[in-house]
C-alpha cells in the first residue's frame, strides 16, 4: 500500500512538473529576428525620408514598435557582426582576426560549448531554427580526413560523407533546425545547401556569374564563380529562406504549440550580386537595388502577416535589423543614379570605423508589450539582443556568457529614463577597435579602417584630416556627427580616458557587460 501512495505522489509530482513547464512556455514569447545584409542606416524610407524609394512594411512594423536611432552591428563585416548576434560578444573574444569566409572556411567562430542564443532559448523550452546565410564559419574534410582550409580552391576537396553531419553547423551550435548556406548565398563558393546539418546536394557543377540576370547593367557585381550544387537558386534565394522560415513556423505551431519557437531569418538582401525576384523587377523608382530592399520589405511584412493570421501576433516579438553598413559600390551607385544614400548621411560604409560602417536600421515589434510609435536613441548593438531576450525568458546568463551583451528591454518597453549602455566597441574590417562613450567616439587607428579612399571612385568621399600625425582619431558625435574634426590633441584627457577603457575592454579577456547580470523580466 505505502508503495502505492509513493508511485502515485511521484506521478502527481511528475504531472505538476509539466503543467508548470506548460503554464510557463505559454507566458513566454515566440520570437522572430529578420537579420539583412548589407543594409545601411539609409536604406529604409522610415530611416531615409528622402529615399529613392519606399519600404512600407518596415515602416509600419516600426510605427507599431520601437525604432533606434542609434543602433550598430558588432562588425562592419557579416562574418564577425554574425558571430556577435548568436554569441553575444564582439570577435575578438574568439582570439581569431575577423575575416568574411570563403569555399570551405573554418572552423566555426562558435566555439564548442559556448552558449549561443538559440542554446540559451532551448534551455527554456523553445525550438529553434534558422534559415538562410550561416556565414560563421565551418569545418570541412576532405578524403584523407584532413581538415580543409578556406578559399575557392578547396572547395572541390570536401569529402561530403566525413564532413557531415557538420560538427560545427548550427544544430551543433543551439538550433532544432536550420537550412542554410555556408557563405554569402549569392557570392561566395560554396553554392550548397545544408539542412540539419547535412548537404543537401554536394556541389558537383561550375557556376558561371554570365548565367545569371544583369539587372541595369552592373547589378550583377561581385558573384563569384566557383563550384555549386545543381539547382541551387541566386535569384530566388530570399524567396526559398523566407519559405523555410514560415514553414518551420507553421510546422512548429501544428506540432509544438505548447511550446514557443524562435526563428531566425536571415537574408542576404541587399548583399552583392543585386538579384530582386522576378515579381519585384521594377517595383520602384530606385532601380534595381530598390527593388531588392522592396523585396525584404515586403518578405517581412509576409511574416508579419502569417504570425498574425495564426493568431500568435500579440505573443510574437519580431526583431529586425542589419549585419552592417551599405557595400561601397551600392553606395556609389545610389547616390550617382538615384540621390539615395544607403548610409543616411554618416560618414563611411561597409568596412569602415566611421559610422556608416555599423550604424544601422534596428526595429522591434511586440502588440501589448512595445509601445507602439516609439523612437529610441538609446545606444544598442546587435549583441544586446542576447543579454534582452534572457532577461525576457528569466534565463541567468554566467559570467561568461555573452559578454558583450546589455539587457535593452527597459528601453523596447519604454522605461528607460537613462542611457542603459555607458559605452560600445565595435570592429572595423581590418579588426581594429572603435569605442562609444556618450556621444564622444574613439577610434584606434588612421584613416577608414577599412575601404582605401585614395581609389578613383572612392576619392570623392575623402575628407581632409584635419590631425594627420595623430595614430587615432577622436569626435564628438553631438557637435560632429559627420566625423570632419579629429580632436585627437585638443582634448587630450577625453582622448587618454578613452584609450584607458579601450584597453580593459577589448581582447580576448575583456567584456563590455556588466557583470551579475539579472534578468529583469516582463513585470
Given at each position: 500500500m505505502r508503495s502505492c501512495i509513493t508511485l502515485i505522489l511521484v506521478l502527481l509530482g511528475l504531472a505538476g512538473s509539466w503543467l508548470n513547464a506548460q503554464s510557463n512556455w505559454a507566458a513566454l514569447p515566440n520570437i522572430v529576428i529578420i537579420y539583412s545584409d548589407d543594409l545601411g542606416f539609409g536604406d529604409l524610407s522610415s530611416y531615409n525620408a528622402k529615399a529613392a524609394y519606399q519600404t512600407p512594411r518596415l515602416d509600419r512594423m516600426a510605427k507599431e514598435g520601437i525604432r533606434f536611432t542609434d543602433a550598430h552591428s558588432p562588425s562592419t563585416i557579416c562574418s564577425p557582426s554574425r558571430y556577435g548576434l548568436f554569441s553575444g560578444q564582439q570577435v575578438c573574444r574568439t582570439g581569431r582576426g575577423t575575416r568574411a569566409f570563403e569555399g570551405p572556411g573554418g572552423p566555426s567562430y562558435i566555439k564548442p560549448g559556448e552558449l549561443t542564443i538559440g542554446e540559451m532559448l532551448r534551455k527554456k523550452g523553445y525550438r529553434t531554427g534558422v534559415f538562410g546565410k550561416w556565414h560563421v564559419g565551418l569545418t570541412w574534410y576532405d578524403k584523407e580526413g584532413r581538415k580543409l582550409g578556406g578559399g575557392f580552391k578547396n572547395s572541390s576537396l570536401i569529402d561530403y560523407e566525413k564532413s557531415c553531419p557538420l560538427e560545427d553547423g548550427p544544430n551543433r551550435r543551439g538550433f532544432d533546425e536550420s537550412f542554410v548556406t555556408p557563405n554569402c548565398p549569392t557570392t561566395d563558393p560554396l553554392y550548397v545547401y545544408i539542412e540539419n546539418g547535412n548537404v543537401v546536394t554536394p556541389a558537383s557543377q561550375r557556376h558561371k556569374r554570365d548565367r545569371l540576370p544583369n539587372p541595369g547593367g552592373k547589378w550583377r557585381w561581385d558573384n563569384d564563380e566557383g563550384w555549386m550544387a545543381p539547382g541551387y537558386e541566386f535569384v530566388n534565394a530570399d524567396l526559398l529562406f523566407h519559405d523555410k522560415t514560415l514553414d518551420f513556423i507553421e510546422r512548429h505551431r501544428k506540432e509544438h504549440s505548447d511550446k514557443p519557437f524562435f526563428a531566425v531569418?536571415?537574408?542576404?538582401?541587399?548583399?552583392?550580386?543585386?538579384?530582386?525576384?522576378?515579381?519585384?523587377?521594377?517595383?520602384?523608382?530606385?532601380?534595381?537595388?530598390?527593388?531588392?530592399?522592396?523585396?525584404?520589405?515586403s518578405l517581412t511584412g509576409r511574416l508579419l502577416d502569417a504570425v498574425k493570421r495564426m493568431g500568435i501576433d500579440d505573443n510574437t516579438l519580431v526583431i529586425f535589423t542589419s549585419d552592417n553598413g551599405p557595400?561601397?559600390?551600392?553606395?556609389?551607385?545610389?547616390?550617382?543614379?538615384?540621390?539615395?544614400?544607403?548610409?543616411?548621411?554618416?560618414?563611411?560604409?561597409?568596412?569602415?570605423?566611421?559610422?556608416?560602417?555599423?550604424?544601422?536600421?534596428?526595429?522591434?515589434?511586440?502588440?501589448g508589450r512595445i509601445t507602439e510609435g516609439q523612437v529610441s536613441d538609446q545606444l544598442i548593438n546587435t549583441t544586446d539582443i542576447f543579454a534582452t531576450l534572457a532577461s525576457i525568458v528569466g534565463y541567468q546568463l554566467a559570467e561568461n556568457d555573452a559578454v558583450d551583451s546589455f539587457d535593452m528591454l527597459p528601453a523596447l518597453l519604454g522605461k528607460a529614463a537613462k542611457p542603459i549602455r555607458p559605452h560600445m566597441i565595435t570592429q572595423s574590417f581590418r579588426g581594429e577597435y572603435q569605442l562609444r562613450v556618450g556621444h564622444w567616439k574613439y577610434l584606434a587607428h588612421k584613416g577608414s579602417g577599412g575601404n582605401n579612399y585614395t581609389r578613383p571612385n572612392m576619392a570623392k568621399y575623402a575628407l581632409p584630416e584635419t590631425e594627420s600625425d595623430a595614430i587615432g582619431q577622436l569626435f564628438n558625435l553631438d557637435k560632429d556627427p559627420g566625423e570632419t574634426t579629429n580632436l585627437f590633441f585638443t582634448q587630450a584627457a577625453k582622448r587618454k580616458e578613452m584609450q584607458a577603457l579601450l584597453k580593459t575592454v577589448s581582447g580576448t579577456d575583456g567584456r563590455t557587460a556588466p557583470r551579475r547580470r539579472v534578468p529583469l523580466g516582463l513585470n
Open positions: 531569418f536571415s537574408t542576404q538582401i541587399s548583399h552583392a550580386p543585386v538579384l530582386p525576384a522576378k515579381e519585384f523587377n521594377g517595383r520602384t523608382k530606385g532601380g534595381p537595388r530598390g527593388d531588392f530592399i522592396y523585396e525584404l520589405d557595400e561601397t559600390l551600392h553606395t556609389i551607385w545610389m547616390r550617382e543614379d538615384h540621390k539615395h544614400d544607403a548610409a543616411g548621411g554618416w560618414r563611411g560604409m561597409k568596412r569602415d570605423g566611421w559610422e556608416g560602417g555599423h550604424r544601422v536600421p534596428f526595429i522591434a515589434r511586440w502588440p
